[in-house]
């Protein structure tokens, strides 16, 4: 599997953005996906994760209802609709997959097989 994620740039603090990653293969459909994201300076961190049908999603506890994800998988696509975005948020978001049946809290935990090369959001004060 191939993804590659776009959707970044630069937002004023209250402001939106809607990632999108688009993924390679027939298969995606049974995959898990997740969006993770590495400020500067910083490890990387989960975001938001969604199970093989969209049945099932998790979120870090900084979301705070502001960010969801989805998934279309007519379109290989998940994306990750996110609100009244703040400094903070400034980072690179990584897309990422699981060939596994992952659910709920699982979906931070588990070893994803296969990156995208990430986006940048950059989110001014």
């Known amino acids: 599997v191939q993804l590659q994620a776009c959707g970044g740039g630069l937002v004023q603090a209250g402001g939106s953005l809607r990632l999108s990653c688009a993924a390679s293969g027939r298969t995606f459909s049974s995959y898990a996906m997740a969006w993770f994201r590495q400020a500067p300076g910083k490890e990387r961190e989960f975001v938001a994760g969604i199970s093989w049908q969209g049945g099932s999603t998790h979120y870090a506890d900084f979301v705070n209802g502001r960010f969801t994800i989805s998934r279309d998988n007519a379109k290989n696509t998940v994306y990750l609709q996110m609100y009244r975005l703040q400094p903070e948020d400034t980072a690179v978001y990584y897309c990422?997959?699981?060939?596994?049946?992952?659910?709920?809290?699982?979906?931070?935990?588990?070893?994803?097989?296969?990156w995208g090369q990430g986006t940048l959001v950059t989110v001014s004060s």
């Open positions: 990422a997959a699981d060939s596994s049946i992952v659910l709920g809290p699982a979906l931070r935990t588990t070893l994803y097989d296969y």
